[in-house]
């Protein structure tokens, strides 16, 4: 298996954090930055709940099915191992010889229960346990427990019982029946014996596992129907109690030992939340508690993730142990004895390694801070509503600090940026709701004035068109911008016609219309802004009085033009230009009288002056 055993599909994921809470060991991290979790291969224990929580279907296992199909298509035999579930699983297959069949038209040579390697296995617990010199033990038959010891209690790992689990007894039983050439495929509920599978080599290997819902779709793909299929048994050596193996206390009653509240030597613990503390407790009461301890991080395999989802337990436990009964109907004990026996050489014994994957305290200071910003007191840091995966407000704390999570995991502190998020947006809200209001007082204000300013500026131009005097408007290139009729009258018939395309000459170039010595005044006023007012200009048999102004410094211009030889405006410029003469010569008689005056004054006092030294020599 070269690719991770879990990985998250970012496209199909809608960061419910979902996964992270239900994760055991905190194996899905949310990375700082990040928005989709992240699951950490080497520290997953296979348990399979991030899939049951996992509602978009995000979560994406291992898929054995290409693994298989290349077995099936070599040369090499294959045999497929059964997990006992089997029956709570396909309750919609009538008959189980039916759907051993059916394994066997996927290619399969051989097909297995691994009952009987259940049965084996059981002997060797009962033994294990029988010789009791002290030491108390976890079973080993459950995968993901298997590795949590390992991973994040490797402590126990004395503890560990050191038998191999039911898949590889099987395996080891198929290859001894069949040669160890044989390929074996296990089929079964768990997604933590894809990794155990790669565990084992030699005798005791598994090269592919199975969960139910891809054989299901093996049989979907190569169109395998019960109603097409002819009955075929599985290949002996048959198991015998060892079929209730599905059951959480199943493996207890194929080996035989006892629970008894009173005189029993074994307690049996199911379901993730209960695992987590009997380990806990294994760890730190072993002693005091002095059982051996037989655990299913499931509520049993027919829990499994592989399994159907929403199934009922009850049924799922009815199911297999009336499976149990009929297979049982007509059993042959002394020949089960006799091949228990025969097997009996094959080496079940296996070790374990530690695999230490616990996170390092994170830095004292950098948990307070962090407890801090989630408003977290002395008082409340070791305790916690739990609604973000973690324990206490402590371990969420150390695993923010560690990278593994973010702050707005925790639901109350959440919550609390999210209600003063409302506030701060009520009161936005509010402030926007009156900007838009004063918007909307704005916008009528700007209506009303832009229907005034269009009015004015109709009634403007149709002033402007409607003058007797000629006026034009030019911009900084010599192009007209806006003229009038007397213009175009002034301009002539050649203007005329093109006014009748282009009204009012817009866009027209000013030095196509008018001489040098015209049009250059307008560009005299254009570069120096200074106002031209009542210069006479010629215009072919015409006389014309020009006045321009600056309107935009450098920018835009404007040009009153008058026609001199029009009566209105010659006998109003003949009244103008006499008004100027008389106005000048009255200005210049003043002067006049005024020099004269101060002449008479300086003669009279020049006379008196002489007048005044001569009586004086008289005297």
């Not at 990375?31 to 989709?36: F, G």
């Not at 029956?87 to 996927?106: G, H, N």
């Not at 009987?116 to 993901?144: M, Q, R, T, W």
């Not at 503890?159 to 069949?178: E, F, Q, T, Y």
């Amino acid at each position: 298996m070269e690719s991770p055993l879990l990985h998250i599909n970012a496209d199909l994921c809608k960061e419910c954090y979902a996964c992270i809470r239900i994760c055991p060991v905190k194996a899905i991290e949310l990375r700082a930055n990040e928005t989709v979790p992240f699951i950490a291969d080497s520290r997953c224990i296979g348990c399979g709940s991030c899939l049951e929580v996992c509602h978009p279907k995000a979560i994406i296992y291992y898929d054995s099915r290409q693994d298989v199909r290349k077995l099936l298509d070599s040369e090499s035999k294959v045999t497929a191992l059964l997990d006992p579930s089997i029956s709570a699983e396909f309750d919609d297959i009538t008959d189980y010889r039916k759907f051993v069949a059916m394994v066997k038209q996927l290619g399969f040579n051989y097909v297995h229960e691994t009952a009987f390697g259940v049965d084996l296995v059981a002997k060797e617990y009962h033994e294990l346990v029988s010789n009791f010199l002290g030491k108390y033990y976890i079973l080993a038959n459950c995968p993901p427990i298997v590795s949590l010891v390992e991973k994040y209690h490797p402590a126990l790992i004395e503890n560990l019982a050191p038998i191999v689990n039911p898949m590889v007894a099987s395996a080891k039983v198929a290859r001894m029946l069949h040669g160890d050439d044989t390929h074996i495929v296990f089929i079964g509920p768990c997604l933590g014996a894809k990794t155990e599978a790669m565990r084992f080599e030699g005798d005791g290997a598994v090269d592919a596992v199975l969960m139910f819902d891809e054989l299901r779709r093996m049989f979907e793909e190569t169109g395998i129907k019960e109603s097409t299929i002819e009955y075929a048994d599985f290949e002996e050596p048959t198991g015998y109690k060892g079929s209730l193996f599905a059951l959480s206390d199943g493996i207890l009653q194929a080996a035989g030992l006892s629970q008894d509240m009173l005189t029993g030597t074994m307690v049996t613990i199911d379901g993730r939340d209960r695992v987590l503390q009997a380990i806990k407790q294994f760890e730190e009461s072993i002693d005091y508690i002095r059982k051996n301890f037989n655990i299913f991080y499931c509520e049993g395999c027919i829990m499994g993730p592989g399994m159907k989802p929403n199934g009922m337990k009850l049924k799922r436990r009815t199911e297999v142990v009336s499976y149990s009964n009929k297979r049982l109907a007509n059993f042959e004990k002394g020949k089960w004895i006799k091949e228990l026996n025969h097997f009996s050489g094959i080496e079940l014994r296996r070790t374990f390694a530690a695999d230490d994957q616990r996170l390092a305290p994170a830095p004292k200071d950098k948990v307070e801070e962090i407890l801090k910003i989630i408003d977290k007191g002395d008082g409340e840091m070791d305790l916690g509503c739990k609604a973000c995966g973690y324990e206490s407000c402590r371990d969420f704390a150390e695993a923010v600090a560690n990278g593994i999570a973010r702050t707005d995991m925790c639901i109350n502190y959440s919550l609390r940026s999210k209600q003063e998020y409302i506030k701060s947006l009520k009161v936005t809200n509010e402030k926007l709701a009156k900007t838009q209001q004063a918007l909307q007082d704005s916008e009528k204000r700007a209506l009303i004035e832009k229907q005034a300013t269009e009015d004015a500026l109709e009634t403007t131009q149709t002033m402007l068109r409607k003058l007797p005097t000629a006026v034009l408007i030019v911009d900084e290139s010599l192009k007209i911008i806006a003229s009038n009729e007397s213009f175009i009258t002034i301009l002539g018939e050649e203007a005329a016609d093109i006014n009748e395309i282009i009204p009012g000459l817009v866009g027209a170039d000013l030095k196509t219309l008018l001489p040098f010595n015209f049009y250059k005044l307008f560009q005299y006023v254009l570069t120096s802004a200074d106002d031209i007012v009542g210069r006479d200009v010629h215009l072919n048999d015409k006389l014309l009085n020009v006045t321009i102004f600056s309107i935009r410094k450098n920018k835009i211009v404007g040009g009153v033009v008058r026609d001199m030889y029009m009566p209105e405006v010659r006998k109003e410029e003949v009244i103008n230009r006499v008004t100027d003469v008389i106005e000048q010569n009255l200005e210049l008689v003043q002067q006049i009288a005024f020099l004269l005056g101060e002449g008479a004054s300086k003669t009279e006092k020049m006379l008196n002056s002489i007048i005044e030294s001569h009586q004086s020599k008289e005297e």
